[in-house]
């Protein structure tokens, strides 16, 4: 599982949730719709009506790789950052029941208040 309490993601920007769509269908359950997702340097993160998905890519040919998921109903709060006129990235932290607090930082075109209103859809 990764840690998400020691320090936080690399810079994720969107990406076409189709292309991770062949490696992520045999993790969701019936009726589960993937809405958006992000890519780091290797690593990724999802957004489904029903949780996160983390996908951290290991080894030297990114073949191994680890799924962690984490349920949008443990949710307990969340605060998000808007991207500024010389600070561009925005932020994202969420306090997950029984885990602590996930933090992670987006490339400035990335629309974090749609962002925000996804999570509020899916938790409140």
């Known amino acids: 599982m990764i840690d998400f309490q020691n320090g936080t993601w ?21 009726g589960e719709q993937v809405h958006l997702a992000f890519r780091g340097m290797r690593d990724s993160v999802v957004f489904t009506d029903k949780r996160l998905i983390s996908i951290n890519v290991q080894g030297m040919t990114g073949k191994k790789r680890d799924y962690t998921s984490l349920p949008l109903n443990k ?3 969340w605060s998000v950052e808007t991207a500024g006129t010389f600070d561009l990235d925005s932020e994202l932290e969420l306090w997950f029941s029984g885990l602590g607090k996930v933090r992670l930082e987006f490339k400035g075109n990335v629309n974090i208040r749609h962002l925000s209103q996804l999570i509020g859809h899916h938790v409140l």
């Not at 690399?10 to 062949?22: A, M, N, R, T």
């Open 10 to 30: 690399v810079k994720l920007g969107p990406i076409d949730p189709q292309s991770l769509s062949g490696e992520l269908q045999p993790l969701l359950v019936q």
């Open 75 to 77: 949710i307990q709060a």
